[in-house]
């Protein structure tokens, strides 16, 4: 389990991932879609995430250069595993909003 965890430890990597999902994105694309991350840790968080074999980088030979980001297939693997926990997150939310007092 903390082998699991520390893949996807950070405020950003399992968003990165649910962003992913969908297909290749450009750096300033994923920049755009999550108001509060700066570049230096987009940049460090996809870096961690292609060491860890869950991001596949792509540079096309083009002026300017164009990067994208997409997921590996181990990646794909783990944001399936992931899938139940979000579903247990969803369920706690709607738990604790149905249980605060009616103002």
């Known amino acids: 389990m903390t082998a699991a965890i520390a893949v996807i430890d950070g405020k950003w990597k399992t968003i990165?991932?649910?962003?992913?999902?969908?297909?290749?994105?450009?750096?300033?694309?994923?920049?755009r879609s999550l108001p509060g991350l700066t570049e230096k840790?987009?940049?460090?968080?996809?870096?961690?995430?292609?060491?860890?074999?869950?991001?596949?980088?792509?540079?096309?030979?083009?002026?300017?250069?164009?990067t994208e980001y997409s997921l590996t297939a181990f990646g794909r693997e783990l944001s399936e595993a992931l899938a139940p926990l979000s579903d247990w997150g969803h369920r706690r939310l709607a738990k604790l909003t149905n249980a605060q007092p009616a103002s």
């Open 16 to 31: 990165l991932l649910w962003l992913l999902e969908s297909g290749p994105r450009r750096p300033g694309e994923l920049r």
């Open 41 to 66: 840790v987009l940049t460090q968080a996809l870096r961690e995430m292609e060491a860890d074999g869950l991001v596949h980088r792509e540079v096309h030979d083009e002026m300017p250069l164009k």
